[in-house]
């Protein structure tokens, strides 16, 4: 896929949806952590995910490659399906069992900075500027500064060091999947989707079996917990994910992970009655500067096409 990466209002549209959507998640998946263990919570929720996108696919003919693939470009889809699910799930569960929930966030938010770098050797029209590299440190600072003092807080834990590179690890690996996503062929949204989560779960339901063992029956309240994670961030959330990267490339994509804490923060004190930090307007102030000045390009095409619009 060689063609610049075209970002319209409906790839800003997704992207905040997927921040909204991510960002709640983590209220949830504390709800299914009280019943489930950590790998099989992954494997259960990128599964029941798998069936519902296979029912999808099946109904529109399993149509994937819009020609036939070369053997690289199979080798590259299976290699996404591991690093978009699987694996970072695995790291990252593992990993925040000794490190703090801050150093875990920030973590995830160095996705972008990963993904910066890499596109721009890797990605036709994603070339590292000036203002793209200031926009990421500056949107990386607000993240860092909403999270506070427990972003780079130690825990004292003896496997504290693996457990953040773990982390660390799991924010790498979503950037290079997302480059390697963009450089598939011509491929279908929706069957793409559903092999990267087919994939994933042929990765992560052995993985859970011989780190956790059989799993235990969930009770009702579980289930509709579980189900909830595979239909809306998971299923549906990585159907979007697909459309933004094929669309407006990986580095648009990265964006998700600066919005995804200031979305928890909020959902938390709407929802839970948590406080909301004092350093949240600056954060936000800081993160959607990063944000702007990031984009400058993009958004001075998206509203200079709106405005020539008006005026033909």
Same mark, same amino acid.
């Given at each position: 896929?060689?063609?610049?990466?075209?970002?319209?209002?409906?790839?800003?549209?997704?992207?905040?949806?997927?921040?909204?959507?991510?960002?709640?998640?983590?209220?949830?998946?504390?709800?299914?952590?009280?019943?489930?263990?950590?790998?099989?919570?992954?494997?259960?929720?990128?599964?029941?995910?798998?069936?519902?996108?296979?029912? %999808?696919?099946?109904?529109?003919?399993?149509?994937?490659?819009?020609? #036939?693939? *070369? +053997? #690289?470009?199979?080798?590259?889809?299976?290699?996404?399906?591991?690093?978009?699910?699987?694996?970072?799930?695995?790291?990252?569960?593992?990993?925040?069992?000794?490190?703090?929930?801050?150093?875990?966030?920030?973590?995830?938010?160095?996705?972008?900075? %990963?993904?910066?770098?890499?596109?721009?050797?890797?990605?036709? +029209?994603?070339?590292?500027?000036?203002?793209?590299?200031?926009?990421?440190? %500056?949107?990386?600072?607000?993240?860092?500064?909403?999270?506070?003092?427990?972003?780079?807080?130690?825990? +004292?834990?003896?496997?504290?060091?693996?457990?953040?590179?773990?982390?660390?690890?799991?924010?790498?690996?979503?950037?290079?999947? *997302? %480059?390697?996503?963009?450089?598939?062929?011509?491929?279908?949204?929706?069957?793409?989707?559903?092999?990267?989560?087919?994939?994933? *779960?042929?990765? *992560?339901?052995?993985?859970?079996?011989?780190?956790?063992?059989?799993?235990?029956?969930?009770?009702?309240?579980?289930?509709?917990?579980?189900?909830?994670?595979?239909?809306?961030?998971?299923?549906?959330?990585?159907?979007?994910?697909?459309?933004?990267?094929?669309?407006?490339?990986?580095?648009?994509?990265?964006?998700?992970?600066?919005?995804?804490?200031?979305?928890?923060?909020?959902?938390?004190?709407?929802?839970?009655?948590?406080?909301?930090?004092?350093?949240?307007?600056?954060?936000?102030?800081?993160?959607?500067?990063?944000?702007?000045?990031?984009?400058?390009?993009?958004?001075?095409?998206?509203?200079?096409?709106?405005?020539? +619009?008006?005026?033909?």
């Amino acid at each position: 896929m060689k063609q610049t990466p075209e970002i319209t209002y409906k790839s800003w549209l997704m992207i905040v949806t997927l921040a909204f959507v991510w960002g709640g998640t983590f209220m949830v998946t504390e709800v299914a952590l009280t019943g489930m263990t950590p790998f099989w919570l992954a494997a259960a929720r990128i599964g029941f995910a798998a069936v519902v996108m296979l029912v %999808i696919w099946a109904a529109r003919g399993l149509v994937l490659f819009h020609t #036939p693939p *070369s +053997g #690289p470009a199979r080798v590259t889809l299976v290699v996404v399906s591991g690093l978009s699910g699987a694996l970072p799930f695995a790291l990252l569960a593992w990993g925040q069992l000794h490190v703090t929930s801050g150093f875990a966030g920030v973590s995830m938010a160095s996705t972008a900075l %990963i993904i910066l770098p890499l596109a721009h050797f890797l990605v036709p +029209g994603e070339r590292m500027t000036w203002r793209r590299i200031l926009g990421f440190l %500056i949107g990386f600072c607000g993240v860092a500064i909403l999270i506070g003092g427990q972003a780079f807080a130690s825990t +004292g834990g003896n496997l504290e060091t693996l457990g953040r590179m773990a982390c660390i690890g799991a924010a790498g690996c979503y950037a290079l999947s *997302s %480059i390697l996503m963009r450089r598939l062929p011509a491929v279908d949204a929706i069957g793409l989707s559903t092999i990267l989560l087919v994939l994933g *779960s042929a990765f *992560s339901i052995p993985l859970a079996l011989i780190l956790e063992g059989p799993p235990q029956m969930p009770t009702p309240q579980i289930l509709l917990v579980l189900v909830f994670l595979g239909l809306v961030p998971t299923a549906a959330a990585n159907f979007l994910r697909v459309l933004v990267v094929r669309s407006a490339g990986p580095v648009f994509m990265s964006l998700v992970n600066y919005q995804v804490p200031v979305w928890s923060v909020v959902l938390g004190a709407l929802i839970l009655s948590e406080p909301l930090p004092p350093s949240l307007l600056y954060a936000m102030a800081l993160i959607l500067a990063g944000l702007a000045l990031s984009q400058y390009g993009a958004l001075r095409r998206l509203f200079g096409k709106r405005h020539q +619009g008006k005026n033909a």
